[in-house]
């Protein structure tokens, strides 16, 4: 049993301390911040710039009242003690609250371009990293390729030079073989 435990540990230490994990981590931490401040700009920025358009002064206002609202009231009394006004109690209202929809939908929007545009950026830089890794391979290709064509051509020049010494050779032993014949004749003929 307690090997499973320091098993498990391990695993999970694992498991916290990969590159990906931390990652992620900085990510939520740093989103929750980026949320934060675009729903200030919509909320204290847009929010206020929009509601000089509207009567009620802020998008968040606007909205649907489906049931109104009734604040509690205790029962009034008068002097005698009887009850004049009933008590009422509290009733919730009920609201489609367009403006609250409208800014979240602004807080989407916004953060879907800002991350769009560093998603942009952050894919042109790779791409560009990669052309260049691609142009580094393609010259030490090329580079390469000279360099086997280089000493392909040597080889074949060396090649050549061998075959012409080879050919030069055999014509001598030619034409050796064929003064021998001579020297023969001449020796018969003697």
Request: charged share 25%; aromatic share 6%; net charge neutral.
């Amino acid at each position: 049993m307690a090997k499973g435990k320091g098993t498990f540990f391990k695993d999970f230490k694992a498991f916290i301390t990969k590159g990906n994990v931390i990652d992620m981590a900085v990510g939520v931490v740093i989103g929750g911040s980026f949320g934060k401040i675009v729903t200030g700009l919509v909320n204290y920025i847009i929010n206020p710039f929009v509601g000089i358009f509207l009567k009620s002064g802020s998008l968040d206002s606007v909205k649907t009242v489906i049931v109104k609202g009734v604040e509690a009231q205790e029962a009034v009394l008068n002097e005698a003690g009887e009850v004049v006004t009933p008590a009422v109690e509290a009733v919730a209202e009920v609201a489609i609250l367009w403006g609250t929809w409208a800014q979240t939908i602004i807080d989407f929007l916004i953060t879907a371009f800002c991350i769009f545009v560093v998603l942009r950026i952050i894919m042109a830089v790779k791409r560009r990293a990669e052309r260049k890794e691609i142009e580094e391979a393609e010259k030490k290709a090329a580079e390469e390729k000279a360099a086997a064509d280089k000493a392909a051509a040597e080889a074949a020049v060396a090649a050549a030079a061998v075959a012409e010494k080879q050919a030069r050779l055999d014509e001598s032993v030619l034409k050796q073989e064929a003064l021998l014949e001579e020297i023969k004749e001449l020796l018969k003929n003697k």
